[in-house]
């Protein structure tokens, strides 16, 4: 399997001073009034079209309400959609979380800065991530995941934000990644899954707020296509200061590799990667 220091050599090369590009994109403020007017009833029915296609979205709750659905309550009453029923809820299996992130993340996006592969790195993502994985239900098997952070104003990570050119004003939900398998590309599950997770946030947290994600050639996937055009097409990036253009460099990126002490093993896949986690029909 090629190793992600081998990989990224090949695509970038290892001059440290070599430029990297990237840029970070607010949701529009008209997306957000439209995604706020939908509410959490809008949330349910983009969730109902992707079980209408076989798919079902299972979620790590951290920065929003956690599921009332679990392994253990499968009989909560019937009630309007809200921010605590709308996903299965489930503490992931913190290995087959980090070898589905391998799958179709890591090596994907070229961009493997969290885990270690110790349960122990995956644990403090998921304590400060709301974490949501795509799965098709025939198989259970995992296809997707998204993430995302809550950044607050007067925080250390605030700052960061407003040294790249975002200033935090109250809260920022920071949509730090996503990922589909190659194989769902072009069936549209990706764009509903994304729609989803967008009205949910908004739902959540309100029109107000911003919302916050950054792509670029470190974002690049194997076939070398940017995913800022799907991002554009979701709002982010289209008012107010458009999408922010940073250069990095090759440099930057391994430094935080290093920093942060990732074991590089390449792409370790077992079939049926969630098996473990929990998975019922919506």
């Known amino acids: 399997m090629t190793r992600w220091i081998e990989k990224f050599e090949q695509l970038y090369g290892l001059d440290p001073e070599q430029k990297l590009d990237y840029w970070y994109g607010e949701l529009a403020q008209d997306r957000k009034k439209k995604l706020a007017a939908g509410g959490f009833k809008r949330v349910d029915e983009l969730l109902g079209r992707l079980f209408d296609k076989g798919y079902r979205v299972v979620k790590s709750s951290a920065i929003t309400p956690r599921g009332i659905y679990d392994k253990y309550n499968l009989t909560a009453p019937e009630s309007e959609p809200g921010a605590d029923n709308l996903f299965f809820e489930q503490k992931f299996n913190a290995q087959e979380f980090m070898d589905l992130y391998d799958k179709v993340a890591r090596f994907e996006n070229n961009f493997p800065i969290y885990f270690d592969g110790t349960a122990k790195s995956y644990q403090n993502y998921a304590q400060k991530s709301d974490i949501y994985v795509l799965e098709r239900i025939r198989d259970n098997k995992a296809l997707g995941l998204a993430s995302f952070q809550l950044i607050e104003a007067g ?82 990036g289209t008012d107010g200061a458009g999408w922010v253009k940073h250069t990095g460099t090759v440099g930057n990126w391994l430094n935080r590799w290093k920093q942060d002490n990732i074991e590089h093993r390449g792409p370790q896949i077992k079939t049926g990667m969630m098996l473990k986690s929990y998975s019922v029909s919506r």
């Open 155 to 236: 925080t250390p990570e605030a700052e960061e934000f407003k040294t790249d050119g975002i200033p935090v004003k109250d809260k920022l939900v920071y949509h730090d990644t996503v990922a589909i398998s190659s194989e769902l590309q072009g069936a549209g599950v990706g764009r509903l899954f994304c729609e989803a997770l967008d009205a949910y946030n908004v739902a959540c947290f309100g029109a107000d707020q911003q919302y916050v994600l950054c792509t670029g050639k470190i974002n690049f996937t194997d076939n070398k296509k940017l995913a800022r055009e799907f991002h554009t097409s979701r709002g982010y």
